[in-house]
């Protein structure tokens, strides 16, 4: 069994629920070792779209990072997502951030995940549940790559309703 971060996240329906369903759609597959708490955050990329809800969850799998993706694209299409532009608004996403301390490089998957450094809605709340997990590639533990984002004001944790 491998440790494995996805990042979860939804802008468009109701984006908790969104969240809930990919988590239990997971679970059907994997063990969940830890969820973060949900965070909401301004659209990065596109940004004239509604906020967005991210969440990172620690699960252990035994499958391989292609099944593992796979498996995850499935969910999306079955939890209703449809095809859009870049950074485009969407009812569900799901990241594979790190597969173990795997450095995958090819066609179809990056692990870790190749933007995640940048991304203050992926490492504040991957922070919350794994700060001293060791990027394989910058060789720096996630909440210190957190403490290197400039702008952090763009996140807020999320009362749920």
Not at 139 to 153: G, I, K, P, Y
């Amino acid at each position: 069994m491998e440790d494995v971060f996805l990042g979860i996240g939804s802008n468009l329906g109701d984006r908790e629920e969104n969240l809930a369903q990919a988590r239990d759609s997971i679970e059907s597959f994997a063990r969940i070792e830890a969820v973060s708490p949900v965070y909401e955050t301004d659209a990065w990329g596109f940004e004239d779209q509604p906020a967005f809800l991210n969440q990172v969850i620690h699960i252990k799998t035994s499958l391989s990072p292609q099944a593992l993706l796979n498996r995850i694209k499935r969910i999306e299409k079955d939890l209703g997502r449809k095809k859009s532009f870049r950074w485009g608004p969407r009812l569900i996403d799901i990241d594979i951030l790190f597969f173990a301390d795997y450095i995958i490089e090819s066609a179809s998957l990056t692990i870790p995940h190749k933007e995640l450094h940048k991304r203050a809605f992926v490492l504040v709340p991957l922070a919350d549940i794994a700060p001293d997990f060791v990027h394989p590639v910058f060789n720096q533990t996630v909440s210190a790559l957190r403490d290197t984002l400039a702008d952090l004001e763009g996140i807020r944790l999320w009362k749920s309703s």
